[in-house]
């Protein structure tokens, strides 16, 4: 029996987790879980169904006292911090955005293994995670599982690049992006997602982050790591070899692969996803990535080059960009724009070179970042 906190438990990674939970309960036991106030109801309907001794919520005990009925709950914005700590065989960080970063911390200084699916605790705070080392960290983000998985058939020394796929997104195909609606930017072709990984994805943002998540997790050279779009979003990441070998991780789209493998690594969990059907018949097509429409890739590899501030300046120019697109205040083409602008300025003044050195280093780097691109926001709105 394996002990695991979810944290994110009531977001997309969260639910897929308690799922796999529910379908293996020989195998896990949940002894933690947290998420934020956006769904307290379904928050305390988890801990019920899975007798979880321990809740952790941001939302205040005015919010959730009639719904615990009971259950021991951890509240204020450290819960997740908190909850991270409890001693367990595995935490799986679902929380999305780089408020993930201190629970992460939290997970491993206690001696935790972490299945990290928030990828900005990496973008945001890469030196102080790999200052724990990189033994007790198994990727959750698809494209991540599918390098650690694809590293197995060869030495460390003998890879020769990684190439990450991207299903492109909503524009894929769409030459003109000057009038793109919010609705339009969350209708992914082939995941489901939350609004901020779904816009990121449309924006290819996301693929940015992943390549300065891969460059911490696998210690590879930003110059070893390429995107490449792959529209049917089956084939989840390769690994080039120096002897021209290249191997490939796929799956349908379909996160409870990467969940499981994380959860039960290094065992892998029987039927966590549905495998390729091959008695049918599949086409897999897969083109460059058009810098010129999805300049993120760009900006987020220079940002990596630069350091962890640059980093986390990107990460968080980012969340307040796509926030403010959410609200109607930009256009979708101002959110990388707004981004870019933030680096500059950051950069101008000597402050993109370096590396965080702690958690305070990087929330002054992001509060910083948060307020060049609010104030940016601001003149682009007028």
């Known amino acids: 029996m394996r002990d695991i906190v979810i944290l994110g438990s009531t977001g997309s990674i969260g639910v897929q987790a308690l799922e796999l939970v529910a379908a ?3 195998l896990f036991r949940v002894v933690g879980i947290s998420a934020g106030s956006g769904n307290l109801e379904l928050l305390f309907q988890q801990a019920r169904k899975f007798q979880v001794p321990i809740v952790g919520t941001t939302a205040p005990r005015s919010a959730w006292e009639g719904l615990a009925d009971g259950l021991a709950v951890i509240d204020g914005p450290s819960a997740s911090t908190e909850i991270a700590a409890i001693s ?14 201190g629970p992460t911390l939290s997970a491993l200084a206690a001696g ?36 650690f ?20 997104g909503a524009f894929r195909d769409r030459a003109d992006l000057s ?29 940015g982050l992943e390549i300065i998540e891969a460059h911490y997790l696998f210690d590879l050279p930003y110059s070893q790591i390429e995107a490449v779009i792959h529209p049917q979003s089956v084939i989840h990441s390769m690994v080039e070899f120096i002897d021209g070998s290249t191997i490939a991780q796929l799956s349908p789209p379909n996160m409870k692969g ?26 897999w097509n897969f083109a460059p990535v058009d810098i010129s429409r999805f300049p993120a890739i760009g900006i987020a590899r220079t940002a990596g080059e630069s350091g962890s501030v640059s980093t986390a300046t990107l990460n968080a120019a980012n969340e307040v960009a796509v926030a403010a697109f959410i609200d109607g205040r930009i ?18 003044h000597g402050g993109g070179q370096v590396d965080v050195r702690d958690l305070d280093d990087v929330s002054a780097v992001e509060l910083n970042a948060r307020m060049i691109a609010a104030t940016y926001i601001e003149e682009l709105s007028r």
């Open 331 to 348: 256009q979708f083409t101002d959110i990388v724009n707004v981004v870019e602008h933030t680096l500059t300025r950051v950069d101008s």
């Open 149 to 168: 998985q694809a590293l197995l058939a060869g030495k460390r020394s003998e890879v020769k690049k990684f190439i990450i796929t991207a299903s492109g």
């Open 258 to 283: 990467p969940i499981g493998y994380a959860l039960n690594y290094p065992d892998r969990l029987k039927r966590s996803t549905t495998p390729v059907d091959w008695s049918q018949g599949h086409a």
């Open 179 to 207: 009038g793109v609606t919010l609705q339009e930017a969350l209708a992914h072709p082939t995941w489901s997602m939350g609004p901020m990984v779904t816009i990121n994805s449309a924006t290819l943002m996301n693929k």
């Open 88 to 101: 367990c065989d595995i935490v799986l960080n679902g929380i999305t955005g780089s408020i993930g970063l």
């Open 24 to 26: 293996n309960p020989d």
């Open 112 to 147: 935790n293994k972490v299945a990290l699916a928030n990828k900005e605790s990496l973008v945001a705070g890469g030196p102080l995670v790999k200052a724990f080392g990189s033994d007790r960290i198994i990727p959750v983000d698809s494209e991540h599982s599918a390098l």
